[in-house]
């Protein structure tokens, strides 16, 4: 059986270890970029690092790394996945600097084509998307923007030609990136002009044992299955509001600052995020904070819609992903069918993996398997469940497995009804996680463990098999 996957980032990597283990071993992954990595190999701004607690945001089957922190930096963890690739055989099946652009099922050959930008045409029994959410940059479509006379980028394309040591620079955002790269910024720049649109909750980091790497990590996983069951009721987001207000009375001295620091919306709704740093620095005598929206760029840097304006020498978008668009780039047809036709009411798969009508395709970090807590965990959880569709397949020597449409319809149903009943829901907040048509697509509404549970065992009869 020959399988393509697509990315070699955490994803891909993990579906790759685990299938050949399981003797999958004609196997190719089409990485995009210059080596494995994914997003590690790509955020390379100051300060980027692990944001949930390394012995967490790590493979099951290689936990026993010696990581330097507990929150590890961004080369560590590049470096941990190079390691994976070696250990596990996975660098002779790369092809890196080849994109994926187009991929067709042949119903009669029961066989994937995968066009890539090279030109070449690669053919495989089963096709394994495994590109990841974070990989789209979102730039703000500013009026003027090109009459700024200064240097601007994303935080995800950042420019190591540019030296910010004494200069003025805006960061625009206060999402992840914006949490990690301010701290680092403010210990170099002349002054930092941090631009918020609206503020999310940053608690502080998860103190972390570094000598018990494995009771730890059961710690951490009991810990984030907890911060994610109270995101299904608007009681649990309280309490947690409540101990991010006295975090913040504790953090911030200014009433004033606190009171605009503080988000407007339930606890949970959107990503919180971790950090001990991230509230001293907007503290910092060169660092501003900004509350007021942009109305344009000008020449010499940024006006608002209050009237105001900064002279900044440089700006960096810190304004996150498009993590609702799947499969960026790559057209996906099957039976006459696009996945993007498909998908025009929403992106849908049977627990984040199977789409019916599509044949031998399945999912890695497909729609709503985004997660509070490690979403390391869940890729094994798809990894091992994609391992025993191939192992069924196999042993009954079918060519095709493709889910149920009424499997698929009921089990996403049941995701949207979770959802509807918890602080994720439309009603209660807005987010990157929902769509152009405000349908969560993008968040699971359980826990790691509840997502464990429901992959575990493969049931043959949602699937049809010929």
């Known amino acids: 059986m020959k399988v393509v996957v697509i990315g070699a980032g955490f994803a891909g990597l993990c ?23 994914g997003v590690w190999r790509e955020n390379r701004y100051p300060g980027a690092a692990c944001d949930v607690p390394t012995p967490l945001y790590s493979y099951s089957f290689e936990h026993g790394h010696a990581w330097s922190a507990a929150y590890a930096p961004q080369s560590e963890m590049l470096r941990y996945l190079q390691h994976c690739a070696r250990k596990y055989g996975l660098e002779q099946h790369l092809r890196c600097g080849v994109r994926a652009t187009h991929a067709r099922y042949d119903g009669e050959e029961a066989r994937w084509t995968v066009q890539c930008s090279n030109g070449e045409a690669v053919q495989c029994d089963v096709l394994i998307p495994a590109v990841g959410i974070f990989n789209t940059p979102v730039v703000p479509g500013f009026a003027h923007a090109q009459s700024f006379e200064g240097v601007a980028f994303h935080s995800a ?8 040591r004494g200069r003025r620079v805006a960061v625009i955002g206060s999402g992840a990136s ?4 301010v701290p680092a910024l403010a210990g170099i720049a002349a002054r930092v002009d941090v631009v918020q649109r609206s503020p999310l909750y940053v608690m502080p980091r998860k103190p972390v044992d570094m000598g018990a790497m494995a009771s730890e990590r059961e710690r951490l996983f009991r810990e984030f299955d907890e911060v994610a069951n109270r995101r299904k009721s608007t009681e649990g987001a309280q309490a947690a509001q409540q101990a991010f207000a006295d975090h913040l009375e504790r ?35 060169n660092v501003r904070p900004i509350f007021a929206h942009v109305e344009r760029l000008t020449p010499t840097g940024i006006a608002f819609t209050d009237g105001t304006s900064a002279e900044v020498d440089a700006i960096v978008y810190a304004t996150g992903f498009d993590p609702a668009r799947y499969l960026p780039g790559l057209e996906v047809e099957a039976s006459g069918t696009t996945l993007r036709d498909t998908w025009r009411q929403g ?18 970090y497909g729609p709503n398997t985004n997660v509070a807590g490690s979403v390391v965990h869940m890729h094994e959880c798809q990894a091992r469940y994609i391992v025993q569709c191939l192992q069924a397949m196999a042993a009954s020597g079918a060519t095709a497995m493709e889910v149920r449409s009424d499997v698929m319809e009921r089990s996403c149903d049941r995701i949207q009804q979770r ?3 918890s602080v994720m829901d ?11 048509a405000g349908r969560v697509v993008v968040q699971y509404p359980g826990s790691q463990s509840d997502y464990e549970r429901e992959t575990a065992q493969v049931d043959l009869g949602e699937f049809l098999m010929r």
């Open 15 to 37: 579906v790759g270890a685990l299938l050949k283990q399981a003797g999958f071993a004609d196997l190719t992954l089409i990485e995009r970029g210059d080596g494995v990595g």
């Open 157 to 164: 394309q950042w420019r190591d030609d540019v030296d910010l």
């Open 178 to 181: 914006a949490v990690q790269i």
């Open 251 to 285: 953090t911030v001295r200014d009433p004033d600052l606190r009171s605009a620091l503080t988000p407007g919306f339930l606890f949970g709704c959107k990503r919180t995020l971790f950090s001990d740093e991230w509230y001293p620095a907007l503290q910092k005598p």
């Open 347 to 364: 992106a849908r798969a049977h627990l984040g993996i199977s789409v019916a009508g599509f044949p031998n395709l399945f999912f890695m």
């Open 419 to 421: 959802l509807a009943v």
């Open 426 to 436: 439309g009603a209660h907040c807005s987010s990157y996680a929902m769509d152009a």
